[in-house]
């Protein structure tokens, strides 16, 4: 092979290595939400549960869940006071809804704000992604509920929800 058809060759397969990478981690950032970095806030959410990210909901969500501890999905996830409010001062901060926060408008679109549900199975484009899941597989012993995103998004907790 010619040096110049070998550069040409080598050249293709470099841009098509680079082109193949960047798609990659264009389509794994597409489901990215930035996970919940406040240690208390995770110790707090996250000892039940995933500490689902801010940016998933908006934030008058938050302050609807964080008004109703004693009924958290029927369960008593009362806190105290201060903790309550550094956990809710948080996770409205960090709101899809509000400034800087990437992404989380994808999960809002066609939802009000101040009708917007409280948990995010009911966000019309959770379901748009989800709706391919067939009922069986929500039922298995290792998934059970749909709130349980890490039984199939395995990076979940790093923020990533790719399958």
Same mark, same amino acid.
């Given at each position: ?5 070998? /550069?040409? &060759?080598?050249? =293709? /397969? ?7 990478? =960047? $798609? ?16 208390? &806030? ?7 549960? =995933? ?9 008058? $969500? ?5 008004? @109703?501890?004693?009924?958290?999905f029927g369960d008593d996830a009362s806190l105290d006071a201060p903790t309550a409010t550094r956990v809710s001062d948080y996770l409205v901060a960090n709101a899809a809804d509000n400034a800087g926060q990437r992404y989380g408008d994808k999960l809002l679109r066609g939802v009000s704000a101040? @009708? ?16 391919? &899941? ?13 709130? @349980?995103?890490?039984?199939?998004? &395995? ?9």
């Amino acid at each position: 092979m010619k040096t110049p058809t070998r /550069l040409l &060759v080598i050249s =293709l /397969l470099a841009i098509a290595f680079g082109t193949l990478v =960047l $798609s990659r981690a264009q389509a794994r950032s597409s489901h990215y939400f930035r996970p919940v970095a406040d240690p208390v &806030v995770k110790e707090e959410c996250g000892g039940c549960h =995933l500490a689902f990210a801010p940016s998933m909901l908006p934030a008058s $969500s938050w302050q609807r869940m964080m008004g @109703n501890l004693k009924n958290h999905f029927g369960d008593d996830a009362s806190l105290d006071a201060p903790t309550a409010t550094r956990v809710s001062d948080y996770l409205v901060a960090n709101a899809a809804d509000n400034a800087g926060q990437r992404y989380g408008d994808k999960l809002l679109r066609g939802v009000s704000a101040k @009708n917007a549900p409280l948990r995010i199975t009911e966000l019309p484009k959770w379901i748009k992604e989800h709706r391919k &899941v067939p009922d069986w597989e929500w039922k298995h012993k290792d998934v059970r509920t749909r709130a @349980n995103c890490t039984a199939c998004h &395995v990076d979940a907790e790093t923020g990533y929800y790719d399958e």
